[in-house]
């Protein structure tokens, strides 16, 4: 039923389906049922079914009472003497009466020895499938001939359906793929399995549809609904076998050799070519039989579907027509001059939208993806070499890898305030306060030793001047003698203000002459620091690696579910959490409004995320593309932050041109690509494409070595700290005043210089 069409395979499997699953229902009822419609045993013809029950012993005899259990079996030869009686076995078969005649057979054989004698140059295996009438057809000079060659059979029974084959079949077939066969003779005499052969192996790809094909002519093969398979299965012959020449009693049998009429396209009726004609054991035009066809064209028009896409495809806007270009539409010029074809570029309905399309509730696939499926000839339109891609189309060789990465906004934090402590380290600031404390220490220790020391000169009247004063201290020692005191002077020295009095005593003297030596070569390099500083832009506070990008919390997004998969199926941990927060986005402008607003992050190639930050800066530029229809998204705001590409790439994807499943120009085209790629040709495109881009990038103004408040927001923090601090001690002091001075019983605000001296 499945052969003549009443259901397809999967129908097919559905109702197999369907039995097994009813019988495992029944099957705990099976013995019941069994006993209820009590079957004679030579009706239910089961040896584990018989009345009495004895199933070992049924089982027993069953095996040795059975013709031929016990003898040799039937293809011992084959096995045992393979060498000498397969091929007389096989030139036996050619006497069976399945076959038209004797005269065909040998014909038919001769045929194709001469057949694979011409490609036997370029054979790297051949497989060979054929039915049960066709089998004795391998015997004699074929096989001799085929003997030497890498030679895989595959008999198929005549009642097997193709368009779902056996295991063996199956699994026959992957190896004839694996095996990198390139020749395949099908002898069916069935043209209706032979379609369904064909229909199967390349919905599934277990034929090579680029190899060298012979096959028996069947009007059958040429049905409306088998054309598409003409247009990937090009390498084709036909043998029909005619018994004699029309008009010509005493002729002898001829064969006809036919191709598909390609690269012309197949109208309504399929009409073969000739190629040559095999009479009286020769071929009588001599032509080449399996001449590159994808070669020349003859200026055949390929339908080609884009996708407006930065760099592979632009398309500028002037006025009312659209100049398109890119590096891939360069090597699409490239390829239709040296291959003679006139490409016809179409966008896919609603393209802005679906852009490459997905695949839709009822099956189907929007988008560029929808038009390839539907018989589109080429896709341009920066397709990555993913196994989802190569799934549905095929892709050429890759003519570049491009950096995927994210698109982030700027300056998510403002660090103007760190401007006073940025010359510095923290290490070095560390080490100056240390340094202010030890010596400040020092000061005060050197100057309480002084102090101690003329306080012992006073008590042994040692006396070096009598003209001084015995209770005045050391000059400039008394800048010291507190600690506080001590520390502040220290720190002024350090802000390079002069002591009032040069201390006396030689330690502190020399102490403060280094200290201001050390003290002058750290202020030069402060300011020298601070200059450069303030000199330059304010450092950008930017997301560069993948682990900021999750560290910040932000929501990443980017086009279609197959992004989102990747992430998701990723096997960083990284690419996971970002996989978690993935949000799918269709317009590329509303997403570089959201990133300008500071709350998402676009994931892209760089070339694009390129042009949208570009855009964004100039959005009423010519360049400005008139698909979007929403002008807030394009209008950059006082308030959105400036975007910024992420430095590291999150992974480099292959990109490829696309072109239909098992297009017989792919190999051709790949040999153009790959020399394009080793002279150049599609880094200077490359560059072409992106120039215009990069001449609208402009800088900003704070590039310029101005001055400005912001870069001052610093001192005005250190400025507000200090009246902060001050403020919190004058309100200490007044509660001081008031809760302990006011409250004290000596304290008599007419005498104050008697109460501070009792406090003494």
Not at 293 to 311: F, G, I
Not at 371 to 393: C, F, I, K, R, W
Not at 586 to 613: F, H, I, R, T, W
Request: charged share 20%.
């Amino acid at each position: 039923m499945a052969l003549g069409g009443f259901f397809s395979a999967n129908q097919g499997l559905l109702l197999r389906e369907g039995i097994l699953s009813l019988c495992a229902e029944l099957s705990s009822e099976a013995v019941s049922l069994a006993d209820t419609l009590a079957p004679p045993d030579w009706c239910l013809n089961s040896v584990l079914g018989y009345a009495d029950g004895e199933v070992y012993k049924h089982i027993q005899d069953g095996i040795l009472t059975y013709p031929g259990a016990l003898a040799r079996p039937q293809w011992w030869r084959d096995v045992v003497h393979w060498d000498t009686y397969v091929p007389a076995k096989l030139a036996q078969a050619a006497l069976s009466p399945i076959l038209r005649g004797v005269e065909e057979s040998r014909e038919l054989e001769r045929v194709l020895v001469e057949l694979l004698r011409g490609v036997s140059r370029d054979v790297t295996c051949v497989a060979a499938v054929c039915d049960a009438a066709h089998l004795g057809v391998w015997g004699g000079a074929l096989w001799r001939r085929a003997a030497p060659l890498p030679l895989l059979m595959i008999v198929v029974e005549e009642y097997e359906d193709l368009l779902s084959p056996n295991f063996d079949t199956l699994e026959s077939l992957r190896r004839a793929r694996k095996d990198g066969c390139n020749v395949y003779v099908i002898l069916l005499a069935n043209g209706l399995q032979a379609a369904r052969l064909l229909r199967f192996g390349d919905r599934h790809r277990i034929l090579d549809t680029r190899a060298k094909y012979i096959m028996l002519h069947d009007f059958r093969l040429f049905h409306s609904e088998l054309h598409y398979l003409w247009k990937r299965i090009v390498n084709v012959l036909f043998l029909r076998y005619h018994k004699k020449a029309v008009g010509f009693s005493k002729s002898k049998a001829w064969f006809d050799l036919s191709t598909v009429p390609f690269p012309n396209p197949i109208k309504a009726v399929f009409v073969s070519r000739r190629v040559d004609i095999w009479r009286n054991g020769r071929f009588h035009y001599n032509r080449p039989l399996f001449a590159d066809k994808t070669r020349n064209l003859n200026a055949e028009v390929l339908n080609v579907v884009y996708l407006d896409h930065v760099p592979s495809v632009v398309v500028a806007n002037n006025n009312d027509t659209n100049k398109i270009g890119g590096v891939e539409i360069e090597i699409l010029n490239t390829l239709a001059e040296k291959m003679n074809f006139k490409p016809n570029l179409y966008q896919s309905v609603n393209a802005e939208y679906h852009k490459w399309g997905q695949k839709q509730a009822n099956g189907s696939f929007s988008g560029l993806i929808g038009e390839m499926v539907s018989g589109a000839d080429a896709a341009l339109g920066n397709l990555q070499y993913t196994p989802y891609h190569l799934e549905l189309m095929d892709l050429s060789i890759p003519y570049t890898a491009q950096c995927f990465t994210f698109l982030t906004p700027e300056a998510l934090t403002d660090n103007s305030w760190k401007t006073l402590i940025l010359p510095f380290k923290l290490y070095m600031w560390v080490a100056v306060l240390l340094v202010l404390l030890m010596t400040g220490a020092i000061f005060h220790g050197l100057a309480r030793y002084y102090l101690h020391l003329l306080e012992y000169q006073n008590e042994h009247k040692i006396i070096t001047d009598k003209h001084e004063d015995q209770d005045s201290k050391p000059v400039g020692v008394y800048l010291f003698s507190e600690v506080i005191n001590s520390i502040l002077y220290t720190y002024g020295m350090l802000l390079v203000v002069s002591l009032p009095k040069l201390p006396s005593g030689w330690a502190v003297r020399l102490l403060t002459g280094w200290y201001w030596l050390y003290c002058i070569l750290l202020v030069v390099s402060y300011r020298a620091s601070m200059t450069a500083i303030l000199a330059n832009p304010a450092p950008r506070v930017t997301i560069d690696t993948l682990k900021e990008l999750v560290d910040s919390k932000l929501p990443c997004g980017g086009w279609g579910t197959e992004t989102k998969r990747f992430f998701q199926q990723s096997l960083d941990e990284m690419g996971q959490k970002i996989g978690e927060r993935f949000q799918t986005i269709d317009d590329p402008d509303e997403a570089a409004a959201k990133v300008a607003q500071g709350v998402y992050a676009y994931y892209e190639n760089k070339y694009y995320l390129k042009y949208l930050s570009v855009k964004r800066k100039n959005w009423n530029v010519s360049m400005e593309t008139q698909n979007s229809t929403n002008t807030t998204t394009n209008m950059k705001l006082a308030s959105d932050r400036e975007l910024h590409i992420m430095t590291d790439c999150v992974v480099n994807i292959p990109i490829s041109i696309g072109f239909h499943k098992n297009s017989p120009l792919k190999p051709l085209a790949d040999v153009y690509m790959r020399r394009t790629v080793e002279v150049g040709l599609v880094e200077k495109w490359l560059n072409d494409a992106m120039y215009p881009i990069r001449a609208l990038d402009t800088f900003d103004n704070e590039v310029k070595a101005l001055m400005n408040l912001k870069k001052l927001y610093g001192a005005f923090v250190a400025l507000a700290i200090g009246y902060f601090l001050s403020f919190i001690c004058l309100f200490g002091e007044l509660i001081y005043w008031n809760c302990i001075v006011k409250k004290d019983p000596s304290f008599d605000k007419y005498a104050m210089d008697l109460y501070y001296m009792k406090k003494k």
